[in-house]
Structure formats: structure tokens, C-alpha cells
């Protein structure tokens, strides 16, 4: 029972283009939703969250946007940089747990 | 800036021995969890812990598991007999909202 769904494994994004990572969820109870960054041999790394009340958040180059009609949210890396490369993982809470997304590895290539 | 840390950062133990998994969580945060990542597969909840208590687990978090604040800095996730299944990274979070989580780098339990 995948609660929260990144159905692409991998991207691969020329640098300089947008990168586009796409997350699904099926919980309704979810009301919270983060992006983490996890590089090989680290803990996974807090990028930008977003609040159901909303339906975009923005910090500097990373955007994400929520869809709650869709059970869908996006993050939006532009430009994209080489140092983006790593696995990019989607997160949900319902404010008690929190549910986390398989990943998507982000490639970025010079 | 402050960050999570664990120790050790690789730990080998042979099936059916106890092993203690140590982090210490950024000092204001107030809210501890820990999770676990089986390579290849994604990062899963173990536990959640607020207010010296255990507040969620996860069906993965069976009788095996203990979690202890024994000293008010270090948190830690005991696994009673280990089995091969066992072998993961295990990674400590802390929150002070109990929402942005910060993670600390992990411990890699390898199980033989």
C-alpha cells in the first residue's frame, strides 16, 4: 500500500534546464508534504515543504507545487546545477506520521 | 549549524545479538524519530518519540525494538536479536515543530 508514490525513478535534465519531480498521494489525512535531498552515505536533507492551505511555496531556486484535487505536488529545480544531482525524496504527514516516497535520482549533466 | 549526529557509523553484528544505534538530536528539537532505509528500497518510519514517550510506530517496530532518551541529548534505538533483515541504514530525525525533520547522516547495521 504505497501512500505516497514518485513513479519516476530516475531524471536525467541537461544543466540550466527546469527539473521536474512529480509525487503522488492517495492519504487525504495527508496535510503536510516535504521535499528531502539525499546525497550516497548521508541522511536525507530538507529542501521545501508545503502546507495544504497553500498550493505554492518558492525558495530560491526550488518551487513546489500542490495539487490537492490531483493528490499530486511537484518540485521545480531551475536552473538546474550539476551539485542538484542525488536522489530527491517525496514526503507526506498527516501531522502524526510522516510517509515517505520511494525516490526519484535526479541526474543533472553538464 | 547545529546537526543531527549518530554513532556508529557502521556497525557488524552477527544474527541474534542486541545492538544500540545512538543519535543526538539537535539540542532545542523536541520531537525524535527513526527510520530505516534497506538499500535499494525507500526510507521507512520506525518511530516517533515526543515528550519521553513513544507517540507513533510503525507495524516494522515489533517487540525487538526499543527506543530510549536515557540523558536528555542521546536517543537511542535498541534491536534486542537482531536478524539478517535487519541490515539497513537507520537514520535519527529531529523536529522542533514536529514538522521540518533534520536528519543525521545514518548508521549502517550490517547483520551476518
Known amino acids: 500500500d504505497q501512500q505516497v508514490k514518485q513513479n519516476s525513478p530516475s531524471l536525467s535534465v541537461q544543466e540550466g534546464r527546469i527539473s521536474i519531480l512529480n509525487c503522488d498521494y492517495t492519504n487525504s489525512m495527508f496535510d503536510y508534504f516535504l521535499w528531502y535531498k539525499k546525497y550516497p552515505a548521508e541522511g536525507p536533507t530538507f529542501l521545501i515543504s508545503?502546507?495544504?492551505?497553500?498550493d505554492k511555496n518558492e525558495d530560491g531556486r526550488f518551487t513546489v507545487f500542490l495539487n490537492k484535487s490531483a493528490k499530486h505536488l511537484s518540485l521545480h529545480i531551475v536552473p538546474s546545477q550539476p551539485g542538484d544531482s542525488a536522489v530527491y525524496f517525496c514526503a507526506a504527514s498527516d501531522g502524526q506520521n510522516f510517509v515517505f516516497g520511494p525516490g526519484t535520482r535526479l541526474s543533472v549533466l553538464p | 549549524e547545529p546537526e543531527v549526529t549518530q554513532t556508529p557509523s557502521h556497525q557488524v553484528t552477527q544474527m541474534g545479538q542486541e545492538v544500540i544505534l545512538r543519535c543526538v538530536p539537535i539540542?532545542?528539537?523536541?520531537?525524535f524519530y527513526w527510520y530505516r532505509q534497506i538499500l535499494g528500497q525507500k526510507v521507512e518510519f520506525l518511530v516517533s518519540?515526543?515528550?519521553?514517550?513513544?507517540?507513533?510506530k510503525s507495524e516494522i517496530f515489533d517487540d525487538q525494538f526499543s527506543v530510549e532518551r536515557p540523558d536528555g541529548s542521546n536517543f537511542t534505538l535498541k534491536i534486542r536479536s537482531t536478524k539478517l533483515e535487519d541490515s539497513a541504514m537507520y537514520f535519527c530525525?529531529?523536529?522542533?515543530?514536529?514538522?521540518?525533520?533534520?536528519f543525521g547522516p545514518g548508521t549502517r547495521l550490517t547483520v551476518t
Open positions: 530525525a529531529s523536529t522542533l515543530t514536529g514538522l521540518e525533520q533534520y
Open positions: 539540542s532545542n528539537h523536541l520531537y
Open positions: 508545503i502546507s495544504s492551505i497553500k
Open positions: 518519540f515526543y515528550n519521553n514517550e513513544i507517540s507513533e
